[in-house]
T-cell receptor, first 118, second 121 residues
């Protein structure tokens, strides 16, 4: 079946502008995650959704970052007033985890959105 | 605190050589999961393996094998008879069950910094 998809694949923006990044999880996956990967580094966790609620927002770096999810479907990560340090690849992942069950399912990743802030 | 260390930043081998990628983790939990992902030049992370903390059996899948040693908190990955297509960045990751808001749990992944493997023809 279809994997996780993300759009746009590349986004170049000017400092101070707002950007929206979109993620479509694998159909039927209830859990959705956003990660950030800076150049040459590992992935940093940003936020986790179970359905459309976000029990873990601990990784959001500042209040300029926000995310929402529609039901168990699409999620949007919004970065307001972008800064140059926001330049990174933003990766989305989804898994089958069910609310209240021990979380153990594998996360499957999308291709990412490469954000460049000039 | 949770932490994953991949001490090897870059490894270069010649095709058909065996190569081992090291992964050392830190956790205070007794229930956790370990993962390896491959990130080829295209950028998309490809899942390779998941192992839970109660299963210390080593695993082999074709040319890939994994050695889980709880006593040394290591989860090393060996590629036998490497091929050029194995060239990629390989990430080791740790997942713990962490309580979230509202009583739900989350299994965010803690990643190492990755090992760049270059296989020369």
């Amino acid at each position: 079946g279809a994997g996780v998809s993300q759009s746009p694949s590349n986004k170049v923006t000017e400092k101070g502008k707002d950007v929206e990044l979109r993620c479509d999880p694998i159909s039927g996956h209830t859990a959705l995650y956003w990660y950030r990967q800076r150049l040459g580094q590992g992935l940093e966790f940003l936020i986790y959704f179970q359905g459309n609620s976000a029990p873990d927002k601990s990784g959001l770096p500042s209040d300029r970052f926000s995310a929402e999810r529609t039901g168990e479907s699409v999620s949007t990560l919004t970065i307001q007033r972008t800064q140059q340090e926001d330049s990174a690849v933003y990766l989305c992942a989804s898994s089958l985890d069910f609310w209240g069950a021990p979380p153990a399912d594998t996360q499957y990743f999308g291709p990412g959105t490469r954000l460049t802030v000039l | 605190a949770q932490k994953v260390t991949q001490a090897q930043t870059e490894i270069s081998v010649v095709e058909k050589e065996d190569v081992t990628l090291d992964c050392v983790y830190e956790t205070r939990d007794t229930t956790y999961y370990l993962f390896w992902y491959k990130q080829p030049p295209s950028g998309e992370l490809v899942f390779l393996i998941r192992r839970n903390s109660f299963d210390e059996q080593n695993e082999i899948s074709g040319r890939y094998s994994w050695n889980f040693q709880k006593s040394t908190s290591s989860f090393n990955f060996t590629i036998t008879a490497s091929q050029v297509v194995d060239s990629a960045v390989y990430f080791c990751a740790l997942s713990e069950e962490v309580g979230g808001e509202g009583g739900g749990a989350t299994n965010k992944l803690i990643f190492g910094t990755g090992t760049l493997l270059a296989v020369q023809p």
